[in-house]
């Protein structure tokens, strides 16, 4: 059993920065893979990014790549999102999720979800 809890969403100018965090509880977040999706109001949830369970390997959502940037720090059971160069359109509640075996885009394959926080950028 996985607990996220998300944390570091705001209201932000286009062009601006933010670093969203989730920190997982157990021991053995390390074996996780671990993912962040969005949802924008009245739009279905949308993958954004993955890490493997290792860090070695990402993905990125084609509307994120090169701006965005999934990391992890397996000692403090945590998955950051460093946003840059934000969008009005990148607005939403963002999730992070976990899987012990599914890597990839479908929200649907991840096990444990946070409850989001949310994201307001502003033209």
């Known amino acids: 059993q996985v607990q996220l809890v998300e944390s570091g969403g705001g209201l932000v100018q286009a062009g601006g920065s933010l670093r969203l965090a989730c920190a997982a509880s157990g021991r053995t977040f390390s074996r996780y893979i671990m993912g962040w999706f969005r949802q924008a109001p009245g739009k279905e949830r949308e993958f954004v990014a993955a890490?493997?369970?290792?860090?070695?390997?990402?993905i990125y959502a084609d509307s994120v790549k090169g701006r965005f940037t999934i990391s992890r720090d397996n000692a403090k059971n945590t998955v950051y999102l460093q946003m840059n160069s934000l969008k009005p359109e990148d607005t939403g509640v963002y999730f992070c999720?976990?899987?012990?075996?599914?890597?990839?885009?479908?929200?649907?394959?991840?096990?444990?979800w946070g409850q989001g926080t949310q994201v307001t950028v502003s033209s």
């Open positions: 999720a976990a899987d012990s075996r599914y890597y990839g885009l479908s929200p649907g394959n991840y096990d444990y």
């Open positions: 890490m493997s369970w290792s860090g070695y390997s990402t």
